[in-house]
């Protein structure tokens, strides 16, 4: 009998070891087949450029077809629950902007996933900032000329735009609204393009616009530019001061893009793809090819993508609250 119990007690500390080997020879072939990279939004816009970029890449390592799957819709939300609901083994990933995780489910009264716990986060890849600007016909060259000028035109229209509701551009004038105490009318459109038209026109008075198709015009003198919203200076415009440093304690508004899987994918499949991504965004030719459409590369850490999750998620249901956003507003 004893030696029956000692037998069985063998087994059974065995077990483990049997497991993880198992597990590390399964993993340790990942991916043997092709992998889904999961898109919330069209081609062709920055978000779907970053996943091609990182999935043509990674097929080179890997050897196996990694494809991008565009399911635009909901500011990204049904890509974010098909991701959040596929099988946990690496083989379904998501490309999610800080909009998607930290900002929807403020703005959304339903959600088919909690981001924070459905969805397990890789890496954050790339950024890009808003840069702040103005028409040439307001007479202001800084940021506390245009709060004083707002200031003292008080009961005017005095408009910002952005490119829809909930996004960073949108949130970045109402956080700008709150803190400077001013009063400007949040203008959305469907898209970019109408507001570089309108703001061109000299039909709006400011814009929190992205970097990437802003930059050539206030570099024409079409536009004036007057701070980006990254927390350090940008390096696509190093000469243009922060909002922090024009006065503006904590102001980041920024557009970050990441990788992330579902809840519960093996830690050693999250820590390859991270790895392996991360390689890809330090080669000169990737980050060249970012930096053309204005964005930096982070290659953070999970942890660090985590972590940045939970900081940034409360302060944008603040000002979500505060100014009374929501989806479809």
Same mark, same amino acid.
């Given at each position: 009998?004893?030696?029956?119990?000692? &037998?069985?007690?063998?087994?059974?500390?065995?077990?483990?070891?049997?497991?993880?080997?198992?597990? +590390?020879?399964?993993?340790?072939?990942?991916? #043997?087949?092709?992998?889904?990279?999961?898109?919330?939004?069209?081609?062709?816009?920055?978000?779907? =450029?970053?996943?091609?970029?990182?999935?043509?890449?990674?097929?080179?390592?890997?050897?196996?077809?990694?494809?991008?799957?565009?399911?635009?819709?909901?500011?990204?939300? /049904?890509?974010?629950?098909?991701? *959040?609901?596929?099988?946990? #083994?690496? @083989?379904?990933?998501?490309?999610?902007?800080n909009a998607q995780i930290t900002i929807?489910?403020?703005? @959304? +009264?339903?959600?088919?996933?909690?981001?924070?716990?459905?969805?397990?986060? &890789?890496?954050?890849?790339? @950024?890009?900032?808003?840069?702040?600007?103005?028409?040439?016909?307001?007479?202001?060259?800084?940021?506390?000329? $245009?709060?004083?000028? *707002?200031? +003292?035109?008080?009961?005017?229209?005095?408009?910002? *735009?952005?490119?829809?509701?909930?996004?960073?551009?949108?949130?970045?004038?109402? $956080?700008?609204?709150?803190?400077?105490?001013?009063? =400007?009318?949040?203008?959305?459109?469907?898209?970019?393009?109408?507001?570089?038209?309108?703001? $061109?026109?000299?039909r709006l008075t400011m814009y929190f616009? *992205?970097?990437?198709? $802003? =930059?050539?015009?206030?570099?024409e003198g079409k536009v004036r530019a007057?701070?980006?919203?990254?927390?350090?200076?940008?390096?696509?415009?190093?000469?243009?001061?922060?909002?922090?440093?024009?006065?503006?304690?904590?102001?980041?508004? &920024?557009?970050?893009?990441?990788?992330?899987?579902?809840?519960?994918?093996?830690?050693?499949? /999250?820590?390859?793809?991270?790895?392996?991504?991360?390689?890809?965004?330090?080669?000169?030719?990737?980050?060249?090819?970012?930096? #053309? &459409?204005?964005?930096?590369?982070?290659?953070?850490?999970?942890?660090?993508? +985590?972590?940045?999750?939970?900081?940034?998620?409360?302060?944008?249901?603040?000002? /979500?609250? #505060?100014?009374?956003?929501?989806?479809?507003?």
């Amino acid at each position: 009998m004893r030696g029956t119990i000692k &037998i069985a007690t063998a087994l059974i500390a065995a077990l483990p070891i049997v497991f993880s080997a198992s597990n +590390s020879g399964a993993q340790g072939g990942y991916p #043997d087949h092709a992998v889904k990279m999961v898109v919330g939004y069209p081609p062709g816009g920055p978000v779907d =450029i970053i996943g091609r970029v990182m999935s043509d890449r990674l097929a080179e390592v890997w050897g196996q077809p990694v494809v991008v799957e565009n399911i635009s819709g909901a500011g990204g939300n /049904i890509a974010g629950e098909r991701a *959040a609901h596929a099988a946990p #083994d690496g @083989y379904t990933l998501l490309v999610t902007t800080n909009a998607q995780i930290t900002i929807n489910p403020s703005l @959304y +009264s339903k959600m088919g996933y909690d981001p924070a716990k459905d969805l397990t986060p &890789i890496t954050l890849a790339v @950024y890009s900032p808003n840069i702040l600007v103005v028409p040439n016909d307001v007479p202001v060259k800084t940021v506390q000329e $245009l709060v004083a000028y *707002a200031r +003292s035109h008080t009961g005017e229209k005095l408009t910002f *735009a952005s490119a829809g509701v909930g996004t960073t551009q949108h949130l970045a004038g109402e $956080l700008f609204k709150a803190m400077a105490h001013i009063d =400007i009318q949040h203008v959305p459109y469907r898209g970019a393009a109408p507001v570089i038209t309108d703001l $061109l026109g000299g039909r709006l008075t400011m814009y929190f616009g *992205a970097i990437s198709p $802003l =930059i050539p015009l206030v570099r024409e003198g079409k536009v004036r530019a007057l701070a980006v919203t990254s927390p350090k200076r940008f390096g696509a415009s190093p000469d243009l001061p922060t909002m922090i440093e024009a006065g503006f304690p904590d102001f980041v508004s &920024i557009l970050s893009i990441g990788l992330m899987a579902p809840v519960g994918t093996p830690p050693a499949i /999250i820590d390859k793809i991270h790895r392996d991504t991360v390689k890809i965004l330090a080669q000169p030719d990737v980050r060249k090819k970012l930096s #053309d &459409i204005g964005m930096e590369v982070i290659g953070s850490s999970p942890a660090e993508f +985590s972590a940045t999750m939970k900081a940034e998620t409360p302060q944008w249901a603040k000002v /979500i609250k #505060d100014a009374g956003i929501k989806a479809g507003n």
